[in-house]
């Protein structure tokens, strides 16, 4: 009895850091799938050190999935999970969320409109209390124009250094308004990308053709390999063959191939 219940706290140890990296591969996956790494996309890469969750008041939100003008008209409750134990949350932070446009757009020519943008934003634990920094511009809802597509609006957290010096043309309550992310980030001083997320918000109907994208598949991630391997007494407990299948790849079925193999962990700790 008391080996179960020590070997399932070790399992279940085990389990959440395992989970924890398989959803920092899964938002690094997915942010490349959907176009928001590289060479003239919003990021020039992507190795975040902490999950991010956004909850925007009816529970965390799936990354990359699409959400409605309403449901994220007010600020989000940020949260981070860090990647292991030697990773803590001090000093101060900024808060950013960004339009980065459809699947497709030039970052490097275009600009982003700017939806929320807080310095000197503190941690408790692990909640970013990113209602108290200093609004650079205040959380202001996504409102993508009928028939623009569906944008994606990404949510940042970067560690502020004591070098970090706020650009003079951007004042503090300033109101939303375009501007080049990128540049932000380098000309501010800005430290690293801790963590990020993301959604999607349409209005209408696209009147363009949306660039497709290729699917992350998360049961070929490296840690959902490991996952797989620890509960392969059970193989509808995989994140293969029993999650649903992605037809098209807008990585919004992530989440649920992670809370399928999330379940086989479940499972597999119900028949220990
Ligand atoms: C902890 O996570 C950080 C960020 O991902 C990584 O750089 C570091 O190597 C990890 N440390 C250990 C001991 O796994
Ligand atoms: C993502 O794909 C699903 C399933 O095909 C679809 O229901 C959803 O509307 C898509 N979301 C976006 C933002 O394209
Ligand atoms: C900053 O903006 C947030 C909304 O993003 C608001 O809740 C908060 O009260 C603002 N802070 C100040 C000092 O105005
Ligand atoms: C982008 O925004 C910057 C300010 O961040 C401005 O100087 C520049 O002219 C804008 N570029 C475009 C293409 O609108």
Known sequence: MFFSVALSVLLAAVASAQSTTLQLQSIEAQFAAAG????????????????????????SIT???PQSVAGVANAPALTLT????S?????QYTVAMVDADIVGTNEATTNQTRHWLVNGVSTSG???????????????GPLPAAGSGPHRYVILVYTQPSTFTAPAD???????????????????????LVAATYFTVEQGTASMSIPAT?????????????????????????????????????????????????AGVALLFATL
């Open 36 to 59: 928001l790494v590289g060479n003239n996309d919003l990021l020039a890469s992507f190795n975040p050190s902490a999950v991010l969750d956004a909850n925007f008041g009816s529970g």
């Open 63 to 65: 990354p990359g999935s």
């Open 82 to 85: 860090p990647a292991n134990s």
């Open 87 to 91: 990773v803590t949350f001090s000093g």
């Open 126 to 140: 692990n909640t970013v209390n990113a209602l108290a920094g200093t609004n650079i511009t205040a959380y202001g």
């Open 170 to 192: 951007l004042p503090a309550n300033s109101p939303i308004s375009a501007f080049n992310f990128a540049n932000y980030v380098q000309s501010s001083g800005l430290g690293s």
């Open 214 to 262: 290729t699917a992350v598949q998360t049961n070929t991630l490296p840690a959902a390999q490991t996952t797989g391997g620890a509960a392969s007494g059970h193989p509808s407990g995989t994140a293969s063959g029993s999650g649903p299948k992605p037809t098209q790849s807008n990585g919004s079925f992530i989440g649920k191939s992670v809370s399928w193999g999330l």
